[in-house]
């Protein structure tokens, strides 16, 4: 079980170039998201999903988007790269909420800087 | 909004006994609480969840009073590989329709284990 997997790990994009963060699971996890860390700062949750095919916003989506066409994949998309986009991107996985085991399981991070 | 306030940082030494408490006064019916420890550059690792009374893993404790507005992770023997951030957080079922995997991460408190 590799879990869960981000690629790139590090990555510089110029103002308004556009990129695809990738993320991946093996654990059938049907809920799947997209958190940014700022230094010094907490995780805050950008979108999630709860199967194929369904997406929901967090609580900073403005500037992505997202999209869920398989259970194991869940890239998150910047169309117009801005400054306050340099973070921290984690992707995590669960079960659905009430199991026993739906805690969160995160991916090692992709670290954004756009200059 | 189930936000949760702990200490921003504390100190302790190899061998001692550590205890973060995490106030959540707005605690939903249904939600869990549950501790993630996140290591420089790492994504948050789940570490417990309980929903009242006491809990107990291998790694650590949990301890929620019959009022659940509170709970303390209590780390025995810490180590100086203990040294991290320590996130408490409650599932925010009001904010985003129900499911309480939707986690709302606060700043956590870094924990700085000396020899």
């Known amino acids: 079980n590799a879990g869960v997997t981000q690629t790139p790990k590090f990555r510089i994009l110029k103002i308004g170039q556009s990129m695809t963060l990738q993320c991946a699971q093996d654990m059938n996890h049907n809920y799947m998201y997209w958190y940014r860390q700022d230094p010094g700062m907490g995780l805050k949750l950008i979108y999630y999903?709860?199967?194929?095919?369904?997406?929901d916003k967090g609580e900073v989506p403005n500037g992505y988007n997202v999209s869920r066409s398989t259970t194991e994949d869940f890239p998150l998309r910047l169309e117009l790269a801005a400054p306050s986009q340099t973070s921290v991107y984690f992707c995590?996985?669960?079960?659905?909420?009430?199991?026993?085991?739906?805690?969160?399981?995160f991916g090692p991070g992709t670290r954004l800087t756009v200059l | 909004l189930a936000k949760t306030t702990q200490p921003i940082s504390m100190d302790s030494y190899e061998g001692q006994e550590v205890n973060i408490t995490c106030s959540h006064n707005n605690i939903a019916t249904n939600d869990y609480i549950t501790w993630y420890q996140q290591f420089p550059s790492q994504g948050p690792r789940f570490i417990i969840q309980g929903y009242k009374t006491k809990v107990t893993n291998e790694v650590a404790s949990l301890f929620i009073p019959a009022d659940r507005k509170s709970s303390t992770l209590s780390l025995p023997r810490v180590s100086l590989s203990d040294t991290a951030v320590y996130y408490c957080?409650?599932?925010?079922?009001?904010?985003?329709?129900?499911?309480?995997?939707?986690?709302?991460f606060g700043t956590g408190t870094l924990l700085a284990v000396q020899p």
């Open positions: 999903s709860v199967g194929a095919g369904i997406t």
């Open positions: 995590a996985s669960s079960s659905p909420p009430g199991l026993v085991s739906d805690t969160q399981y």
């Open positions: 957080l409650v599932g925010d079922s009001e904010n985003y329709g129900g499911a309480t995997n939707k986690l709302i």
